[in-house]
C-alpha cells in the first residue's frame, strides 16, 4: 500500500481522486493548497507519490 498526497484546490475533484485512489488499496493526505501540501512535505510521514493540479488557483503569488 501506498501513501499518496493529493493536492487539488477544487473540493469536488480532490474528494472524488481521494475516493478512487482509496479504492485501489492506498492510503491518501489531501491538501487544497500548497500550503498545505508542504506542511504534510514536512512532516515526518512518508509519501510514495504526488497527485497534484498544475495550477493551483491561490499557488503562486504573482499569479492573478
Known sequence: ????LIVEDDLFIREIADMMIQDCGHQTLS???VDQALSLLR???????LFT???????????V
Open 1 to 4: 500500500m501506498a501513501v499518496i
Open 53 to 63: 493540479d498544475i495550477y493551483l488557483k491561490n499557488g503562486c503569488p504573482w499569479r
Open 31 to 33: 491538501a487544497s493548497d
Open 43 to 49: 512532516d515526518p510521514q512518508h509519501i510514495d507519490a
